[in-house]
């Protein structure tokens, strides 16, 4: 699977970002997906994932809760995640993630979950 991170830039506080990843791969509805976040000198954490079904199957971090929110294309092979109310600490390289799983619920949340990764892209938010 590859996956292919875009949407990232430079953002003032308050406003709203939207970042998609395309995935290279024929069986899509088989992939739980998920979106990670790496700041400078800090862990990779989790910010948001969807099940195979997506719809309203997601889970959020707190930190973002309400403020994103992650949806999936399975038409496009494509997940995004719209970010609104950005704050200058959601800046970060986001990462998209998938994994195949059986099941139709599963949201992962750890790194370790998720086999396959995006390269990347960054998001800045100015004071």
């Known amino acids: 699977v590859q996956l292919q991170a875009s949407g990232g830039g430079l953002v003032q506080a308050g406003g709203s970002l939207r970042l998609s990843c395309a995935a290279s791969?024929?069986?899509?509805?088989?992939?739980?997906l998920g979106w990670f976040r790496q700041a400078p000198g800090k862990e990779r954490e989790f910010v948001a994932g969807i099940s195979r079904t997506g719809g309203s199957s997601t889970r959020y971090a707190d930190s973002v809760e309400g403020r994103f929110t992650i949806s999936r294309d399975n038409a496009k092979n494509t997940v995004y995640l719209q970010m609104k109310s950005l704050k200058p600490e959601d800046t970060a390289v986001y990462f998209c993630a998938a994994d195949w799983t059986a099941s139709s619920t599963w949201i992962g949340v750890m790194s370790y979950d998720y086999k396959n990764w995006g390269q990347g892209t960054l998001v800045t938010v100015s004071s």
């Open positions: 791969v024929r069986t899509f509805t088989m992939y739980a």
